[in-house]
Nanobody, 117 residues
Framework: VQLVESGGGLVQPGGSLRLSCAASGFTFSRYSMTWYRQGPGKERELVATIANVGRGTYYKDSVKGRFTISRDNAKNTVYLQMNSLKPEDTAVYYC???????????WGRGTQVTVSS
């Protein structure tokens, strides 16, 4: 199993970033995918989830209307478009399928997002 997150960086408040997560080692199209984040000194939290097919999505309240999760099953990739970023969005962002997809609670390295002026 591999989960490779990318696209993070330093951005000013109000800016945008698009995160990508390339997945391999399991049947990507069969499972939902979720973006999580862990801010400095905080617990890891769920940010957004997308169903395996169709348009079923779920967002944490604080990111609704600002973040959009999407996926390309042909590329085994899930995305997180983040707009109107706020300092409180600063965190390491991770993507992950459900444990049943891989049989393990595997986490990638994540990608750092820093929102600061």
């Amino acid at each position: 199993v591999q989960l490779v997150e990318s696209g993070g960086g330093l951005v000013q408040p109000g800016g945008s970033l698009r995160l990508s997560c390339a997945a391999s080692g399991f049947t990507f199209s069969r499972y939902s995918m979720t973006w999580y984040r862990q801010g400095p000194g905080k617990e890891r939290e769920l940010v957004a989830t997308i169903a395996n097919v169709g348009r079923g999505t779920y967002y944490k309240d604080s990111v609704k209307g600002r973040f959009t999760i999407s996926r390309d099953n042909a590329k085994n990739t899930v995305y997180l478009q983040m707009n109107s970023l706020k300092p409180e969005d600063t965190a390491v962002y991770y993507c992950k399928p459900p444990i049943i997809a891989t049989g393990t609670d595997y986490w990638g390295r994540g990608t750092q997002v820093t929102v600061s002026s």
